[in-house]
């Protein structure tokens, strides 16, 4: 890389510290970190949302399919995903938003121990952090194969320096940094994703390239589906991401809570749906396009960056590597967030009774903390991650295939629809997608779709099951469910009055 390619990337990290810094100042406790206080305008915490659920996954695992298969890669990778969050929507981004303002929560996981109990609470508060580990583990790893491929930096260098400036701005900042940050990354990673297009159209002979491009693709690159991601996969993933990306990938939950009402929540959920359906095509374009303009690549994860390297001029190959690190570092940035409010507010509560008792300076300074230990740890097992099977093995075989388990209890929980179902219910769902997992992927070795589709599946009819054929209704539950259903006359958040006031 040129020095101008470095001066880029340098300046991007600055820019992101800078505005952890700047939000340091508007964190005075526990709530302003984990939920920026309910204050968020719904369109940044639509930005941040989209900006949240992917990474530089997309520039690796995700081009190689592209480079590979065409098209299918964005059905079942990213329009499932808007579709799913379209049907989020409307039955939980406006629940998770009263979790909030009725019942005072600042962790996704928060009101599990009300809905069910604390043993279903710790489940699986414990599972989703272990899984998150390994998910944000394979995320520095792929940014550290761009930045091996773009300038030889070695692998470890690469995860530490990119795990070390989101650590810095996110410890300081909270919510608010990560949503900050998000919305100057979704500006840089749109400049450099116009400029790629740009250059990839130019090669390919102007803009008539858009609808001519096609045509000299392999045929196969053009069908929907493909012996490996088949009609079956696809409707498994909206399915999968409808809970993923709706509160079981519990980051995605904040930005709902954040956002001041419920309406302007439903909003920026809308807004995140239609950027899943729309801005992957411009991200991908240049991925469908690499077998014309890089035929015969050994390693299809490095398509990508081998188009950068080969047709960016300096400084517009830095510009397009700080687009790709955005993602990977707003992912993370949140999935640290949510792990930290989790730990904070659900897991050491139970095992300290010190920590019962925190003040708000001590729940801050803990909050804190935990994010380091949290970021660190996943830093030292992305240096394992090619051992652990690869990067698409890691997010599409372990995570989407166990989220599913994490996932209904804690999203169904909130439905009047299953106000029968207990912690019984919970926590056999729980147990038996995550054996049912284990079964097809390790001992069957079953395919992709239904190492996928088996987990989620058993934990519905289990869940489902049991809450009615055993019921375990309770009137405590009716009433937080009752009060999450309803706005209620009047309900208004105390800064939403005082910004009704001043208006």
């Given at each position: 890389?040129?020095?101008?390619?470095?001066?880029?990337?340098?300046?991007?990290?600055?820019?992101?510290?800078?505005?952890?810094?700047?939000?340091?100042?508007?964190?005075?406790?526990?709530?302003?970190?984990?939920?920026?206080?309910?204050?968020?305008?719904?369109?940044?915490?639509?930005?941040?949302?989209?900006?949240?659920?992917?990474?530089?996954?997309?520039?690796?695992?995700?081009?190689?399919?592209?480079?590979?298969?065409?098209?299918?890669?964005?059905?079942?990778?990213?329009?499932?995903?808007?579709?799913?969050?379209?049907?989020?929507?409307?039955?939980?981004?406006?629940?998770?938003?009263?979790?909030?303002?009725?019942?005072?929560?600042?962790?996704?996981?928060?009101?599990?121990?009300?809905?069910?109990?604390?043993?279903?609470?710790?489940?699986?508060?414990?599972?989703?952090?272990?899984?998150?580990?390994?998910?944000?583990?394979?995320?520095?790893?792929?940014?550290?194969?761009?930045?091996?491929?773009?300038?030889?930096?070695?692998?470890?260098?690469?995860?530490?320096?990119?795990?070390?400036?989101?650590?810095?701005?996110?410890?300081?900042?909270?919510?608010?940094?990560?949503?900050?940050?998000?919305?100057?990354?979704?500006?840089?990673?749109?400049?450099?994703?116009?400029?790629?297009?740009?250059?990839?159209?130019?090669?390919?002979?102007?803009?008539?390239?858009?609808?001519?491009?096609?045509?000299?693709?392999?045929?196969?690159?053009?069908?929907?589906?493909?012996?490996?991601?088949?009609?079956?996969?696809?409707?498994?993933?909206?399915?999968?991401?409808?809970?993923?990306?709706?509160?079981?990938?519990?980051?995605?939950?904040?930005?709902?809570?954040?956002?001041?009402?419920?309406?302007?929540?439903?909003?920026?959920?809308?807004?995140?749906?239609?950027?899943?359906?729309?801005?992957?095509?411009?991200?991908?374009?240049?991925?469908?396009?690499?077998?014309?303009?890089?035929?015969?690549?050994?390693?299809?994860?490095?398509?990508?960056?081998?188009?950068?390297?080969?047709?960016?001029?300096?400084?517009?190959?830095?510009?397009?590597?700080?687009?790709?690190?955005?993602?990977?570092?707003?992912?993370?940035?949140?999935?640290?967030?949510?792990?930290?409010?989790?730990?904070?507010?659900?897991?050491?509560?139970?095992?300290?009774?010190?920590?019962?008792?925190?003040?708000?300076?001590?729940?801050?300074?803990?909050?804190?903390?935990?994010?380091?230990?949290?970021?660190?740890?996943?830093?030292?097992?992305?240096?394992?991650?090619?051992?652990?099977?690869?990067?698409?093995?890691?997010?599409?075989?372990?995570?989407?295939?166990?989220?599913?388990?994490?996932?209904?209890?804690?999203?169904?929980?909130?439905?009047?629809?299953?106000?029968?179902?207990?912690?019984?219910?919970?926590?056999?769902?729980?147990?038996?997608?995550l054996l049912s997992y284990a079964l097809v992927y390790y001992v069957f070795h079953a395919s992709q779709a239904t190492v996928v589709a088996t987990p989620v599946l058993v934990s519905l009819a289990l869940f489902t099951g049991l809450g009615l054929v055993a019921s375990e209704r309770r009137a405590s539950v009716d009433e937080i469910i009752e009060s999450i259903n309803t706005d209620g006359p009047g309900q208004l958040e105390p800064d939403s009055r005082a910004s009704v006031a001043a208006n």
């Amino acid at each position: 890389m040129h020095v101008l390619d470095w001066t880029m990337v340098s300046a991007y990290f600055l820019l992101m510290i800078g505005i952890g810094w700047w939000s340091h100042r508007r964190i005075n406790d526990v709530k302003d970190f984990f939920t920026a206080g309910g204050r968020m305008p719904w369109w940044l915490a639509g930005i941040s949302h989209h900006m949240s659920g992917y990474s530089a996954v997309l520039f690796v695992a995700y081009a190689a399919v592209a480079y590979t298969d065409g098209i299918t890669v964005y059905l079942w990778g990213f329009a499932s995903i808007g579709i799913g969050v379209g049907i989020g929507s409307w039955l939980f981004a406006g629940r998770w938003n009263r979790l909030r303002a009725k019942l005072g929560v600042a962790s996704p996981l928060e009101y599990l121990k009300e809905r069910y109990n604390v043993p279903t609470q710790q489940a699986l508060a414990w599972s989703g952090g272990l899984l998150k580990i390994f998910d944000i583990a394979a995320k520095w790893y792929a940014v550290a194969t761009l930045l091996n491929v773009f300038a030889g930096v070695p692998y470890v260098w690469g995860i530490v320096i990119t795990g070390a400036v989101t650590l810095v701005y996110c410890t300081a900042g909270g919510l608010w940094a990560d949503a900050l940050t998000d919305f100057g990354q979704f500006l840089i990673q749109g400049l450099a994703a116009i400029v790629m297009i740009v250059v990839i159209l130019g090669k390919l002979g102007g803009v008539s390239a858009l609808w001519t491009m096609w045509g000299q693709l392999p045929p196969s690159h053009l069908s929907p589906t493909t012996s490996k991601f088949t009609t079956t996969l696809l409707l498994v993933y909206v399915l999968v991401k409808t809970l993923e990306y709706n509160g079981g990938m519990w980051n995605l939950a904040q930005r709902y809570m954040a956002a001041p009402t419920p309406r302007e929540a439903v909003r920026g959920a809308r807004l995140s749906s239609a950027l899943y359906l729309l801005w992957p095509l411009v991200l991908m374009f240049p991925m469908f396009a690499a077998p014309l303009l890089v035929p015969g690549l050994q390693d299809p994860n490095t398509s990508y960056a081998v188009m950068t390297m080969t047709f960016l001029p300096p400084g517009l190959i830095g510009l397009v590597l700080a687009g790709i690190f955005s993602h990977t570092m707003a992912m993370v940035s949140s999935d640290a967030n949510a792990i930290s409010s989790v730990i904070t507010r659900d897991v050491l509560p139970v095992l300290s009774r010190r920590a019962r008792a925190f003040t708000e300076a001590q729940g801050l300074r803990a909050a804190r903390v935990s994010t380091v230990i949290f970021v660190v740890l996943t830093m030292v097992v992305a240096t394992q991650a090619q051992n652990l099977g690869g990067v698409l093995a890691i997010v599409v075989s372990w995570v989407a295939a166990l989220i599913g388990p994490i996932s209904v209890p804690l999203l169904l929980g909130m439905l009047p629809a299953f106000r029968r179902c207990g912690p019984r219910a919970a926590l056999v769902s729980w147990a038996g997608g995550l054996l049912s997992y284990a079964l097809v992927y390790y001992v069957f070795h079953a395919s992709q779709a239904t190492v996928v589709a088996t987990p989620v599946l058993v934990s519905l009819a289990l869940f489902t099951g049991l809450g009615l054929v055993a019921s375990e209704r309770r009137a405590s539950v009716d009433e937080i469910i009752e009060s999450i259903n309803t706005d209620g006359p009047g309900q208004l958040e105390p800064d939403s009055r005082a910004s009704v006031a001043a208006n």
